[in-house]
Every structure is written in C-alpha cells, then in structure tokens.
C-alpha cells in the first residue's frame, strides 16, 4: 500500500479526544484511538525471566482487534505521533505500540500535552520528540516487580487459604494498614477526662471559658483534664468560691497563607470530604474534564491533567491568574509576587498541579456547560488555582485569662474575627474562624456557672477510602495512577468491605495480612515498599537502570520464598484448630479451617465425608417437600453465607438449588417457578428457576396474587404496600 508523504497520524489512548485533536491540529493530520495499553504479561503464566528479570509481552486478548486495525491504518503513513498521557502508563503505551507498528521507512515521534487546548495541542506537535526509554523503564520496572511479587507469593496464600486469593506488592501493605488501624481500634482502651467549662460576665458581655491551669498545671484537654469526677467536683468548689477577675486580654494578628493546588491525593481527599465522593468517582469526573466539554462549537479540556503529585505551575499560568485576579478582583486582592509551591518528598514532579486550562473559564460562566457533579469538581479546582495568588487571610485571634483569687484556678477563652479575607472570599473551605468573644477588658468579671462533663478519649476512626489514600500518599506507599486500582483490588478481593463509608478488613482479609507478613516481613514492610517506589523515580530520571531495579527487589523476594516454603507446613497446620463439636453426617469431630471466604468448619474425615459449613452457621437444617433434580431424594433447607439454599439429604450427592417462593413464573408460555437468588454485590432477587431459557426477573418479593385491574399473573411487595409490576398501581 502505498503512503501518503504528507499526512501524519497522530495515535492517542482515547476515542473521546480524538475529534478535539483532529480540529486542533487542521489539515494533514489524521487521528486514531489504541484505546489504552495494546500489550502486557500474560495472563496465564508469569512472563518474566527468573534469570535475565527480562518480561515477555502480549497483545491482550481484547486488543486484537484494535491492534489489527492500527496496523492497517499506520501502514499508509511514514510520520507517526504517539500522545497517550503524560505519564509513565503513556510512555510505556507509546513504546508498545511502536514495537507493534515499527517498519521500513515510518518515523515515530512522542508528543506530550498536558492540557487539551489548542494552543497545548500545537505547541506540543511542535516540540516533539522521542520515546524517553528513563520512564518505560520505570514502568516496566513497576509492571515486572508486580508480577512476580503476585506469581510467586499468591500460591502461598492458596495453600494455606484458599485459591483465588491474590498478594500484591502495594496493595498488601494497603491492606497491612487497615488491618493495623482496625486492630488498634479494637484494642483501644478508652480513658475518662472530665473537661470543665465556665461561663461569665463582664458589665452586659457573657462568654464562655475553658479550664486551661489548675494548681499551675495544664489541666485542658483529653490528655491533661481531670480523669475522674473526684477531681473534677474539687476544681468546681475551688472555682465557686473564688473571687474571678480578668488577668490579660491579648490579641495577636495571624496571617494564613492558601494551600497548594491540587494534586491527585489531595484532590480525591477534598472531594470526598465536601461532597462525598468516592475517590473512584472523583477520578472519572476529573478525567471527564481534562478531556474536555463542547465550547463554542469546539471541545475543550477544562483542566489539566488530573493524575499528578506536583504542586508546579506553569510560569505562563501564575501570569495568567494574576491577570485574572487584577482585572476582576482587584489589584489589592494580588500578592505582591508570584507565590511557587514546593513538592513534597517523594514527587515525581513530571508535570504540572490540577488546574483550569483556562482561569477565565469562571464557575459560573460553566454553569451551563457542565452538570452538577462536573461542576462542583471543576468549581473546587478553579477556586483552589486562584487563591494560590491572591493575598493572605489575616484573622485577629483573642486570647483571654481569667484568674480566680487563689490562684488555684485559671480559665481561657479564645475568639477569632476575620480582618483581612485576602484568599478565603474565592476559596473560604480553606479558613475556618472560630466564634468571637465580646470585647473585654482586664478587671472583674462574674462567675455565672462551671460544670464538669464526664467524656471519654476515643480511637482513630477507620480509613475511608480517601483517608486511605492520604495515608498512602504520606507513607509514598503507590503513585497517582495506582490509588484508585490499590483500593478496587482489596474490594474486588474481598480483604475489606465499604460500610458506611468506611473501610472494614474481611476475616479472609486479616488472615492473609498476618499470613503474607509473617512469611514475608520484609517484602511488605511499608518502609520497604515506600524504598521501591524511590527505586522506580530514580529509573524514570535516568539515575538507575531498569536491571537495578527490579534487581533490587528480586534478591529478598528469592531469599523470603525459600525461607517461606521450609515455614509453611508449620504454618498450614497452625491454621487449623479442632473443635468439640461432630460431623453430624459421620460423626467424626470438626476442624476449624480458613477458606477465601473465611473461617469454616469440615469434617475431619475429609476425603471420605465431606461435610462443611461456614462458621457460626447454624447446623440446624430443615426438610422440605422439594426433591433433588439430582437423584430425587428429600432437599434440606439450609441458611448459608448468600442467604437461605437448598441441599440435597444425600452428601454423596452435593446438589444445591435456590429456594422456591411459591409463584408461578409470569412470563408467557413459561412452565417454570420463582426462586430467591442473590446478585454478585449481595442484593436478594427472584428469577426464573428455567433460567437461562427464561430470563424473566424482578426485584421486589414476589406474591402470589393476580391483578385486580390488569390481570397480571402476580404482585410485588414493597415497603409501601402491594403493587402491580405491570400497571405500578398499589394495590389493597
């Protein structure tokens, strides 16, 4: 096929952004999609070469299709760009799909952007340039010290457990966290303080005083009020019979400087504390807006790119917001010079802070543009971007001490007042002011009342999913491409549950913390863990080879997997713990075992009897009329870890079936029955017992009822009545 010498292709991970590219960068340009990573490891063995730590890679199953269609399309061209994300992910996307397409005479060269405008489109096939190999490598390095981690430490874990369990690199020690915060909780011992509050006057002026000295020592808060209610009532008497005065009135200025703006951590943190959003969430709405909305008859990126731990800005961009600020804010509103943020510790620094593509893109001139969601996301970005150059808040903070006669006693109250809003009026969830005090004079004042409440010091709470991700981000335990997946890991694993936007280890979750610590307690050490991801920075500067790297990691792994296989038979065994209790089938006493759902109990004359129940179920079983479409004997009712089943009597047979409700299906020309079934997220429905011949399923509890007004076959249960499924009309 012949090429066309002056068209180039530009190849980029999204269809979505494929239109937006094509308009920017005008005639001569072609754009196509790879749709994200074309190659990996194998799915099915480990890839990696024990000796050389050298990875084979695949085109992913899914990807066939799309990676046949890229290479009949690049091979009508001879200059092809490459602009997945700018990141490590896209550079190593970038690198495959040159392997994938590299022929005679075709040149490749790599475009980043940060943005997509149509200024950051044209300048960056402007500058482009090649493949940098430093961050392949650095992903590569991450790629390969995963597999091996999960190919050679996950059949430990299904020796002793149960299979389809799974270790990971990062997402261990993830897990080693919540395991740890929830062992802390419940060994916490809680100690009572009883803090003691007064309140006086002073001429007209009441206000309110917290005991801060008592006998010339602290005496505020959990750590230093008084632990019992004997100490307490001696405070009160002393403080009723003493005569009170006001001893010093001081007011000091405190100037409070805007945070930096945001990186990925802090943007997920946010988001689930303003509007409780789920840092998955939060990543899809983020991502949304980098690839941008429809404006003017032309689609934009409203923010830049949105998986970053650089708090840099651009020069040209602080410029912009300060003009920004001078024009519609006022020129008092502007610091006198640009304010630059540092990183912290452990940043890659590869491109810039979350921020509007545009600061003159205003919330409100959004509104129309985007839904509610997308709006609160991109609302909190642009108020964050331009605090960061207006002037500082400055709060006037009041501290007062009121001393009684006997000096025994001191008293403190406190108040703030907003002077200056400098930064807060745009972005005022960065400054809270506590409430103000009268104004008061030093002198006498009246004791109108003092109490004492008895309380109690509590535990940290849980981790929730974003207060996971902070940890991780402090600990450098992942990177901002990772955060997300570490968590829906652990879900999808079943090592923790979300309940009430907390984060719960499973048992299964807590055995195979303990397991994978006790066999490997160095590999997942958060210190360790948080030394790889310095190791994989210093790959991606260039300032460590690939070899070192994973290298580097290799040498313990092979020392702990041979230390771990001389330990795991008396680990194995040590997991198993025998009961008092006997097989009600053969008689023989029960063990204790761990499975990947958790504890269970089964006979100890396995193979032969192979009774089992999970743990804490009842043995207690029913008989029903229903016979085995096995072997027609007598089904046992039985309540399990999905809820309610049906067994047969004979445990040579081993069928299960759902529980029938009792109606008939509705669906047309159907023989079959309802029966309860339960969804992959738990969720209790009723099908057809025919299926997959029939389909027909609802929701709400089937009753065995017609119609009255439409003659539908049956009726559904609701917590507000019974209603018709076909007409929605309730029914008496």
């Not at 012949?2 to 590219?21: G, N, T, Y």
């Not at 990696?48 to 990875?55: A, F, R």
């Not at 229903?626 to 081993?654: A, F, H, T």
Request: hydrophobic residues 35%; positive net charge; charged residues 30%.
């Amino acid at each position: 096929m012949s090429r066309d010498v002056k068209r180039k292709l530009v190849i980029i991970e999204s269809p979505a952004k494929a239109k937006s590219l094509k308009n920017y960068l005008g005639k001569g340009w072609d754009v196509v999609a790879s749709y994200g990573h074309v190659r990996d490891l194998p799915l099915n063995r480990i890839g990696v070469n024990s000796e050389t730590l050298e990875p084979t890679y695949t085109v992913l199953p899914q990807k066939r299709t799309a990676v046949a269609k890229l290479r009949k399309v690049a091979s009508s061209y001879k200059e092809i760009y490459l602009a997945a994300d700018p990141d490590r992910e896209g550079e190593a996307i970038c690198w495959h799909i040159y392997k994938l397409l590299q022929g005679k005479d075709i040149t490749f060269k790599r475009i980043r952007f940060n943005s997509i405008t149509r200024d950051a489109i044209r300048a960056a096939s402007l500058a482009a340039s090649d493949i940098d190999m430093d961050l392949v490598d650095a992903q590569q390095a991450r790629r390969v010290m995963d597999r091996l981690v999960g190919y050679k430490i996950s059949p430990y874990l299904w020796r002793t457990v149960g299979k389809g369990l799974s270790a990971g690199r990062v997402q261990t020690v993830a897990l080693r966290l919540i395991v740890e915060r929830e062992r802390a909780i419940n060994s916490f011992v809680p100690r009572e303080f009883w803090p003691v509050t007064a309140e006086f006057s002073q001429l007209a002026s009441n206000f309110q005083a917290k005991l801060f000295k008592y006998l010339g020592k602290r005496a505020d808060g959990d750590k230093y009020s008084p632990g019992d209610k004997e100490q307490a009532d001696t405070i009160l008497a002393s403080a009723r019979n003493a005569v009170w005065e006001i001893t010093s009135v001081e007011e000091k200025l405190k100037t409070k400087k805007p945070l930096p703006p945001f990186i990925t951590s802090s943007l997920q943190v946010a988001a689930s504390g303003r509007f409780s959003m789920p840092p998955s969430v939060t990543m899809r709405i983020a991502q949304d807006l980098y690839e941008g909305f429809e404006i003017e008859g032309e689609t934009t990126g409203l923010i830049t790119y949105m998986r970053t731990d650089s708090v840099r800005i651009e020069p040209a961009a602080i410029e912009d917001c300060r003009s920004f600020i001078r024009e519609n804010l006022g020129a008092d509103q502007l610091i006198s010079k640009p304010r630059r943020y540092r990183a912290s510790g452990g940043a890659q620094d590869a491109h810039e802070a979350i921020r509007p593509t545009d600061v003159n893109r205003t919330p409100k001139l959004m509104a129309g543009v985007l839904d509610s969601r997308h709006l609160k996301l991109y609302t909190m970005i642009w108020n964050r971007y331009v605090a960061t150059q207006m002037a500082n808040s400055i709060i006037a903070e009041t501290v007062v001490l009121v001393s009684g006669s006997d000096s025994e006693v001191l008293f403190k109250a406190a108040g703030q007042k907003m002077v200056t809003p400098g930064f807060s009026a745009v972005d005022p969830g960065q400054v809270k002011v506590t409430s103000e005090i009268p104004s008061l004079a030093k002198g006498a004042v009246d004791l109108n009342e003092v109490s004492a409440e008895q309380r109690y010091t509590k535990p940290l709470s849980r981790y929730s999913e974003a207060a996971l991700v902070s940890e991780m981000k402090k600990k450098a335990i992942g990177r901002p491409s990772t955060y997300v997946s570490i968590i829906a890991t652990l879900k999808k694993r079943t090592y923790v549950v979300l309940k009430e936007k907390k984060l719960f280890p499973t048992e299964v979750g807590i055995v195979t913390t303990d397991l994978l610590v006790k066999l490997f307690p160095h590999l997942f050490d958060v210190g360790f863990t948080a030394e790889l991801e310095e190791l994989l920075d210093l790959v991606a500067s260039g300032k460590k080879s690939y070899k070192e790297a994973v290298s580097q990691l290799y040498t313990p792994l092979a020392a702990s997997l041979e230390e771990a296989m001389r330990r795991l038979p008396e680990i194995k065994a040590s997991m198993i713990k025998e009961t008092t209790e006997k097989c009600p089938l053969c008689g023989r006493i029960l063990l204790e075992k761990m499975g990947k759902f958790g504890k269970f109990l089964a006979c100890s004359g396995f193979p032969s009897c192979r009774y089992t129940r999970p743990l804490g179920e009842s043995a207690e079983v029913s008989k029903t009329d229903v016979k085995c479409s096995e072997c027609n004997k007598i089904m046992l009712l039985r309540e399990g870890r999905y809820g309610r089943y049906l067994s047969c009597s004979d445990p040579k047979c081993g069928n299960t079936q759902p529980v029938p409700v009792g109606v008939k299906c509705p669906a047309e020309n159907c023989t079959g029955e309802l029966v309860e079934r339960k969804s992959r997220k738990g969720k209790l429905f009723y099908s057809c017992d025919r299926y997959p011949d029939c389909e027909f399923a609802m929701w709400s509890k089937p009753v065995a009822r017609e119609c009255p007004r439409c003659g539908f076959p049956l009726l559904e249960e609701r917590k507000k009545g019974v209603f018709c499924p076909s007409c929605k009309k309730k029914i008496d």
